[in-house]
């Protein structure tokens, strides 16, 4: 019966959800700048796609390019091909929303964004630039400012007890973004960071000033990482793309060095920041399979999730394992003729966690996507660092075969019609692991797994034998209920992990847990909930709710010691209309005595929409 008494609520936050999505598809924005990170956008895109395009593009039929091809051009070229010519009957009977939402998805990036964010052309360029001297002080590199994704800065260059002070330096507004994408990095002095448009930057850490951007294929959502680079370029910067590319550029300059499509999935993407350890760069792959598998056109399913390990400097790529070992297979036929598949999902949406001294690598994987999920899902696996071979797997939490905007017993509003004939008989309650594995080494020499998941519940798991669980703490009733679950990163420091759990109010919302024990030291409770990722440096932890506030409470007795309201409008250094709004995917940055949040990630409903960096110091 799968926990059904635990997760009874659920139907009732469904039902809201259901209808509140109603709503929003009766009242469909207007896309005039672009809409990529509305969750109706996004969806409506590839259901869009999935009707009246992909019978060619996903087939090479009379030699139409495949969809990955597509994404080379962008919405507006998009657009004008549908307006006129052959191609403009195949989407009769499209309202102009649904183009619009169809161009935005084919492009990978929000109408009117092409040009506009290049540094190039801004007024903040950086006139006398400092030497740019990685791995020289206080630097927050990646996701989890470490291999083993700890997120904990042991030389924030900032005290707890500077915190209180902590003031508005300066703010970045990315140019045409509808949200605030990523996590960035700061290395060497520079803040390096990822938009939804595609475009890159490199930014002065102190002033704001940018010293270059760079252009990707499609949006880019993970943190960069910074690593030794070969000759001539002593440095590469390291990020991947809504469309499953993986880069290296030249660190100081923003020139390409080396890329590859990781993928050839049509909706493929790259959504955990890859991972630099002992040369190798260790890529994770999810997609958005889940959402485009609702429609009943759509062949559903077929996406494998995985992780692929490069060569850093020349970019060859030496392994690429999946999370769901067997190829999907042919099932059968709906009454539409639409073919289904099987066994699909499992995607990796956080970062890879590197382990050198047993040469392993760990992910954490996302639901299944066809019945039943497969054992990958909702998982913990380790993979061998030199080849690629799974060594062990621990699923969680079993038969979570979910796919969006399908009907079944925690969707009991959504009608089953024809479209059912595609989704799972019994829908999950889409309870996987957002969170990357967070590695520690206790005081006694054990080692740690410690990861929280969307059910609410953190665990403690043992690296060394198969991930056996050492204790399991339930901090949450469920993300999808309104209990509360950890969405998209934990902490620890040398004692305590931090979970945030997405729910404010009645003692929940941060949560600080004994490493070894499993044991709540203490709990904070933002009265909005704690949704972004947590960081924490010595004395201070750091965390963001999807409202727009970032809170800072004291490691020892989780009491607040500094918050700021980010949902408002800011002057920013490159005079780009800017705001903040949800704080969601993307955890604060501490390093070199600041502090760094993106604001206004509103990327799969995931809180106001806004397009703003802002630098936290104290004067």
Not at 76 to 101: M, N, R
Not at 271 to 285: D, E, K, N
Not at 371 to 387: G, H, M, Q, R
Not at 472 to 495: H, I, P
């Amino acid at each position: 019966m799968r926990q059904r008494a635990l997760l009874s609520s659920i139907v009732v936050a469904s039902t809201m959800a259901v209808a509140a999505v109603a709503t929003a598809r009766a009242q469909a924005p207007s896309l005039t700048t672009g809409d990529l990170a509305h969750p109706q956008g996004t969806n409506a895109g590839i259901f869009a796609f999935t009707a009246k395009c992909a019978s060619c593009h996903d087939t090479g039929r009379g030699g139409a390019p495949e969809r990955y091809t597509l994404v080379r051009r962008t919405p507006e070229e998009v657009l004008a091909k549908l307006a006129s010519g052959p191609h403009a009957a195949h989407v009769a009977g499209l309202t102009e929303w649904q183009v619009k939402v169809m161009a935005v998805y084919v492009g990978g990036r929000p109408l009117g964004a092409s040009d506009a964010g290049d540094a190039a052309k801004m007024p903040n360029r950086c006139t006398a630039p400092a030497p740019f001297t990685p791995f020289t002080g206080s630097e927050w590199n990646g996701w989890g400012g470490d291999a083993a994704n700890t997120r904990f800065q042991p030389t924030p260059g900032l005290t707890a007890e500077d915190t209180p002070k902590l003031t508005l330096q300066w703010a970045f507004g990315f140019p045409k973004g509808n949200s605030a994408y990523g996590q960035p990095a700061v290395v060497g002095g520079r803040v390096f960071v990822g938009a939804d448009t595609g475009f890159v930057y490199a930014l002065d850490a102190r002033t704001g000033c940018v010293h270059w951007s760079f252009r990707a294929d499609a949006g880019v959502r993970t943190a960069p990482t910074v690593g030794r680079g070969p000759g001539a370029q002593p440095y590469l910067l390291y990020f991947g793309d809504i469309r499953a590319n993986v880069y290296a550029v030249n660190a100081e300059t923003g020139t390409l060095v080396w890329r590859d499509r990781l993928d050839t999935h049509p909706i493929a993407r790259v959504t955990g920041a890859p991972t630099l350890a002992g040369g190798r760069l260790y890529v994770p792959l999810s997609s958005l399979e889940e959402s485009g598998a609702g429609h009943p056109l759509y062949p559903c399913c077929t996406f494998r999730g995985g992780v692929a390990a490069y060569d850093a400097l020349t970019g060859r790529r030496i392994w690429k394992s999946y999370t769901v070992a067997d190829a999907p297979k042919k099932t059968k036929l709906t009454s539409r003729g639409t073919q289904l598949w099987a066994p699909a999902g499992a995607g990796v949406w956080s970062s890879p966690t590197v382990d050198l001294a047993r040469k392993m690598v760990y992910v954490a994987t996302g639901n299944g996507y066809t019945e039943p999920a497969d054992i990958a899902s909702d998982a913990v696996i380790a993979y061998d660092l030199d080849t690629g071979t799974r060594v062990w797997t621990k699923q969680v939490m079993a038969l979570d075969h979910y796919v969006r905007d399908c009907p079944g017993i925690y969707r009991p509003n959504v009608p089953k019609d024809d479209k059912s004939e595609t989704c799972p008989d019994d829908l999950g309650p889409d309870f996987d692991f957002g969170n990357a594995p967070v590695l520690r080494t206790l005081p006694d020499g054990r080692s740690l797994i410690v990861i929280g998941q969307k059910s609410g519940n953190a665990w403690g798991l043992d690296p060394t034998k198969g991930g056996d669980v050492v204790w399991m703490k339930q901090l949450g009733l469920g993300w999808e209920n309104g209990g509360g679950g950890m969405m998209w990163g934990s902490a620890a420091d040398g004692r305590l992990a931090y979970f945030p759990v997405t729910r404010g109010g009645s003692g929940l919302g941060l949560a600080a847990v004994g490493i070894g024990s499993g044991e709540i030291a203490w709990r904070a409770s933002p009265p909005e909930g704690a949704s972004a990722p947590v960081s924490v440096m010595p004395g201070v932890v750091f965390v963001g709710a999807s409202t727009g506030t970032v809170h800072a409470y004291s490691t020892a007795t989780g009491q607040s010691v500094w918050s700021f309201d980010t949902n408002r409008t800011f002057e920013t250094v490159n005079r780009v209309e800017a705001k903040g709004g949800g704080i969601n995917a993307a955890g604060p940055v501490v390093a070199g005595g600041m502090v760094f949040v993106t604001s206004g990630y509103s990327d799969l409903g995931g809180g106001n929409r806004g397009n703003v960096l802002l630098a936290f110091g104290v004067k």
